[in-house]
């Protein structure tokens, strides 16, 4: 109940902090449910729905960029020479 | 092949696409990349005696690129220009989704490209080379709750950008 606790009464911008931490999987199993909980009582209670829209922006950019990871490699020659440096 | 070298090498192996990876998305230009990947190796095999081993080389060379990356751009006064991208970030950001169906891996290479650099390398070293927070607080010296709002702050400046492309094609 600790996060709830903390987010209880508060703006957008603290509920906000939280996203990140969410869609890093930064948050423990009972925060990610607290807070889950949370920005849906905020769209139910208040009509705001930034943070359950910021979820799932961010989730998607985050997957987009990690389809780039496999999109740039080194260069072979590049390769090359500093393996035959090391060596 | 000593048996520091057979390490070092084992971890370019492990590493080069990682390092080349950011490099680019730091340099924004392939020749520069290519330029800082070797600065970088070369520096790294030159103290890799001070590497702790059992410690993340990952975080270890990307932090060693920086350093190399922001040395060279204050001779080239680079950050004058970076500096000239930045956005208001207080404005408010528009939360519909239907732009984001539509974006290619292309579009959000470029605005990643586009990002101020402050904002660009967390984005990089988080969602393209996996980095947890407090390795890339540790990289680029800050502390985790900066880099936590660099990353906020970067991700909406990224949704805006492409947002405005979809909204301009």
């Given amino acids: 109940m600790i996060l709830t606790n903390i987010l209880i009464n508060k703006k957008c911008k603290y509920c906000e902090c939280f996203v990140n931490d969410y869609v890093d999987g930064r948050l423990s199993r009972i925060k990610e449910e607290e807070f889950l909980a949370h920005i849906e009582n905020c769209f139910k209670v208040k009509g705001c729905k930034k943070c359950i829209e910021l979820v799932k922006q961010f989730k998607i950019i985050k997957s987009y960029c990690e389809n780039l990871r496999d999109s740039l490699t080194m260069p072979e020659d590049l390769s090359i020479n500093l393996l035959r440096m090391i060596r | ?169």
């Fill in chain 2, 1 to 169: 092949m000593s048996e520091e070298k057979e390490l070092f090498e084992n971890y370019f192996i492990k590493y080069k696409d990682d390092v080349y990876r950011v490099a680019y998305y730091y340099t924004r230009n392939s020749d520069e990349a290519e330029d800082l990947v070797q600065d970088t190796f070369i520096r790294a095999y030159k103290f890799f005696s001070k590497f702790k081993k059992n410690t993340n080389f990952k975080s270890w060379i990307l932090k060693i690129m920086r350093n190399i990356y922001i040395t060279k751009s204050k001779k080239k006064s680079k950050e004058n220009n970076i500096k000239n991208h930045e956005v208001d970030i207080s404005k408010n950001y528009s939360l519909e989704n239907d732009y984001l169906d539509s974006i290619t891996i292309s579009d959000i290479r470029d605005a990643i490209l586009m990002l101020p650099r402050e904002f660009r390398e967390v984005i990089i070293l988080s969602d393209i080379s996996g980095l947890m927070y407090e390795d890339i607080a540790k990289i680029i010296k800050v502390p985790v709750g900066t880099v936590r709002s660099r990353l906020h702050r970067g991700r909406l400046i990224l949704k805006e950008r492409l947002k405005e492309k979809y909204d301009t094609d």
